[in-house]
């Protein structure tokens, strides 16, 4: 597969690297790492052909393209023996979360280009679980009362928002027929997602999945995501050390794609950097019995800023919003803004509240100040000098500036 591959033909040679060499973990940590600019640089339009794909057009079943957040959408193909492995690694996500024949799940995912949805609703055919496609978290509630569903897939504000309209329809979420809740998409913080299980009254579970073939899943002990390790293959490496990462510390996620014997992919991608960074929890068997290393919930690299010479990122802003005291007044829903320059920056945290009049101000603030400062030694001495400065901003509902925005809501933004 790998010499029918354009890029890896000229990458080889290029690097004198044969094939036939790499055998072993210690063999792919002397490979350069493949970064998405290179996978962007090696299609149209900055060259004829889509340099990775490696099967002939007759072999590709899909075609898909990532969101394009970071840049030109990056093209991938998939084959239908890569649409059997992604469904066999959510398959088993849905197991080990107790899903079974006799649930309904509605998907809240896109079902375009994203693999998504449709790698969950084949996972759902292997098992038995019938699935809801809607696409969205915006169907009618009536989906709940007539249908019935055992659990919804979904990013964290999707599952507040319709618990919300829920209630508003005269429907307890916690009284419903909802069993389980997953969500994906997005990082979070557990404080939010302790706050989606209170409103709905069931247990979240965490998935991580990408195009390029991650999928990783928690299962009902939700001590770590689960890597399908004889399927992808993961590492965690420090481009700044441009070295792999000792056991334990934290680092980006590279992947390289593992095929059985005779196997057939689209795209094969060897120490592919996600830009998304994790730390190994365990490689130790898990207490629901699996034995497949876990990771933690991975954040993306670009949603993290540097303020004078310190890193955060928007799920630590996240963190000290869904503190637990806070959520009698506020909704969940918020933004942040970075102002500044080298040597003074601004942080405006805006968080919307049910009724900015009735809001404790102060108790949110103390609570946002304690829980975001409280492990960044750096951001603490700098806000004590005044050269890092948080300010607080409280609205009505809708009264958020992503409200105005069509799509996804960007909730730290770098203004300086």
């Not at 998939?78 to 107790?98: G, H, I, M, P």
């Not at 209170?198 to 998935?207: F, S």
């Not at 050390?241 to 059985?260: I, N, Q």
Request: glycine residues 8%; charged residues 30%; contains cysteine.
């Amino acid at each position: 597969m790998l010499l029918k591959t354009l890029f890896y033909r000229k990458w080889f040679q290029e690097h004198n690297i044969n094939p036939a060499d790499i055998r072993e973990h210690e063999d792919l940590r002397e490979l350069p790492i493949i970064s998405g600019k290179t996978v962007r640089e090696r299609q149209p339009p900055e060259t004829e052909e889509f340099e990775f794909r490696c099967v002939d057009w007759d072999e590709i079943f899909t075609i898909h393209e990532t969101s394009g957040t970071s840049g030109t959408p990056k093209s991938f193909f998939l084959t239908w023996d890569d649409w059997n492995r992604y469904a066999e690694k959510y398959a088993r996500s849905f197991v080990s979360q107790n899903f079974g024949t006799e649930d309904k799940v509605v998907v809240c995912a896109s079902y375009g280009m994203n693999v998504g949805a449709n790698t969950m609703t084949l996972a759902a055919q292997k098992i038995g679980i019938t699935i809801i496609p809607e696409g969205k978290c915006t169907f009618p509630v009536r989906i709940i009362k007539n249908y019935q569903p055992t659990g919804i897939v979904g990013s964290i504000f999707k599952l507040i928002r319709l618990a919300r309209r829920m209630e508003k329809e005269g429907i307890n979420p916690q009284e419903s027929s909802i069993k389980r809740l997953i969500t994906g998409g997005e990082s979070f913080t557990e404080e939010s997602r302790a706050y989606v299980e209170k409103l709905w009254g069931v247990p979240v579970y965490n998935t991580y999945g990408s195009t390029e073939g991650t999928m990783c899943g928690e299962c009902h002990e939700k001590v770590g995501l689960h890597v399908p390790e004889d399927l992808v293959h993961l590492d965690v490496y420090d481009p700044q050390m441009e070295d792999f990462v000792a056991e334990g510390d934290c680092g980006r996620m590279v992947l390289t794609t593992l095929l059985p014997p005779g196997g057939k992919t689209g795209t094969i991608l060897l120490n592919y950097d996600t830009e998304d960074t994790t730390v190994v929890v365990s490689r130790e068997k898990c207490p629901c019995g699996r034995t497949h290393m876990r990771i933690m919930n991975p954040q993306r690299e670009a949603e993290t800023v540097w303020v004078l010479g310190s890193p955060f990122n928007r799920v630590d802003v996240e963190k000290g919003v869904f503190q637990p005291e806070n959520m009698d007044y506020i909704t969940g829903e918020y933004e942040a803004f970075l102002y500044g320059d080298e040597e003074e920056v601004t942080l405006r945290v805006s968080m919307e509240c049910y009724d900015p009049k009735k809001c404790e101000h102060e108790l949110v603030q103390e609570n946002f100040l304690k829980s975001f400062l409280e492990y960044k030694v750096a951001l603490y001495e700098a806000y004590q000098d005044g050269s890092f400065n948080i300010l607080f901003n409280f609205t009505e509902p809708e009264g958020l500036e992503f409200y105005k925005i069509k799509g996804r809501p960007k909730r730290l933004v770098d203004r300086r």
